[in-house]
């Protein structure tokens, strides 16, 4: 039997993530004081940086268990060190309660409170699949404290990540930044890097695969899949698998030097 190519087994390793699910209420947040959140809007803060979202440590620990299981069954490869990931989890129910909230704050480095030496790809690989239903809730939750058309910056309103894809609309030809993490869309210059604001523009494109591009910067080495959206018929685009079944184009992009920013230290898969 032939085994499965890249990307075959990138779109079943991620139709078994999308099974995983929270429910509305598994994340809370505390509503922004309104002078706190025009003086955060002034200085373009993320709602994540002000507004933080509140999981029970109960409930994040079951899914990181599934992500897991679901990593060990598809990447095997990664499967001792996720276990040995798994062994070094706290299991006081304080130290969980600590280690939740710090997953989902900015900047926190939740490996060094760990107490042992472990993989940070695979951590960051098995950390981000995990947080992934929870900040996609908390964007929903929270969509009334953002507005998508006003961001106008390279990291997401919500979660403060970096994009993972652009959409080109198609009637005006405007351009949307998307947020793997939360999947949040939002506005962004037509032209120019979203990664180090540098304005030089350059893309490339493949044979067969016409409705997307591949912006890339000379600057920051970071490169970022945009769709066309005059090249993709009436449908809305789902951008979460466009991601995903245009893994060659990352493969091209990495081949001639260029970096997935968002994701900058992904295991070898």
Request: proline letters at 7%.
């Amino acid at each position: 039997m032939q085994a499965p190519s890249l990307q075959e087994m990138l779109v079943n390793f991620h139709q078994e993530l999308i099974r995983i699910t929270v429910k509305e209420d598994a994340v809370s947040f505390s509503t922004p004081d309104q002078a706190i959140f025009r003086q955060a809007q002034e200085k373009a803060l993320p709602l994540v940086n002000i507004c933080p979202p509140q999981v029970k440590a109960e409930d994040f620990f079951a899914v990181m268990t599934q992500v897991a299981g679901i990593i060990k069954h598809f990447m095997p490869d990664l499967a001792a060190e996720t276990e040995q990931i798994e062994s070094a989890l706290p299991v006081d129910p304080a130290e969980r309660e600590e280690f939740v909230t710090g997953a989902l704050t900015p900047g926190v480095d939740l490996l060094s409170d760990l107490k042992t030496d472990l993989p940070p790809e695979t951590f960051d690989f098995l950390l981000n699949h995990t947080i992934k239903p929870f900040m996609s809730q908390y964007a929903v939750n929270a969509s009334k404290y953002f507005d998508p058309e006003m961001w106008l910056k390279g990291n997401c309103p919500v979660c403060g990540g970096k994009p993972t894809l652009a959409l080109l609309e198609k009637e005006k030809g405007r351009r949307y930044l998307y947020c793997d993490l939360c999947e949040v869309q939002w506005r962004f210059n037509r032209l120019g890097c979203p990664y180090c604001t540098s304005n030089e523009s350059h893309f490339f494109t493949c044979e067969g695969m016409e409705k997307y591009r591949v912006y890339y910067c000379d600057k920051c080495h970071g490169y970022i899949k945009t769709i066309d959206g005059a090249k993709t018929g009436e449908s809305q685009p789902n951008l979460f698998w466009e991601d995903i079944n245009t893994i060659q184009l990352d493969i091209l992009a990495m081949r001639e030097g260029y970096i997935n920013q968002a994701y900058p230290q992904e295991p070898e898969i």
